[in-house]
């Protein structure tokens, strides 16, 4: 990523009020990805216990948002779907690891691995459409 990119997506961060109540950390910023980590709290845990998948959804659309939004016109998110394949439990850290799979035109395609330690938990995909509007930040 250019330093540009580097620059808009940690004023994306900075600017994203779900993700700081969330209590999602943006870790790192590398060439061709970006790292988020939540930490589970109590008010993420379900009727059952565990984190719900809701919060585990929104982490990685906004892991998709944030990378996605690098570039100075403004996308927006078109389709998403997530599979879960592990559970989540309180005061465990999740990492989401977002990367860009395909670009054409103003579309693209993004995928996010969700992971507790060394364990793949969910495997979101998500595509955007570029805007000729200008990204805010």
């Known amino acids: ?14 600017s994203d009020e779900l993700a700081q109540a969330l209590g999602v950390s943006l870790v790192a910023l590398s060439e061709r990805s970006l790292t988020l980590e939540l930490t589970v709290r109590a008010d993420h845990v379900g009727y059952h216990g565990r984190c719900h998948g809701g919060v585990l959804f929104t982490l990685a ?4 948002s944030y990378i996605g939004n ?7 998110a078109t389709h998403a779907a997530i599979d879960f394949v592990g559970g989540v439990d309180l005061g465990d850290t999740v990492t989401a690891v977002a990367g ?5 035109g103003r579309s693209a395609i993004f995928d996010v691995t969700l992971t507790v330690g060394d364990e793949v938990i969910g495997v979101f995909r998500g595509n955007t459409l570029s805007t000729r509007s200008k990204n805010p930040s």
């Open 70 to 76: 690098r570039f100075a016109d403004l996308a927006y």
């Open 61 to 64: 659309d906004i892991a998709m």
């Open 1 to 14: 990523m250019s330093p540009e990119e580097i620059a808009r997506i940690r004023a994306l961060y900075a």
């Open 100 to 104: 860009e799979s395909v670009r054409s």
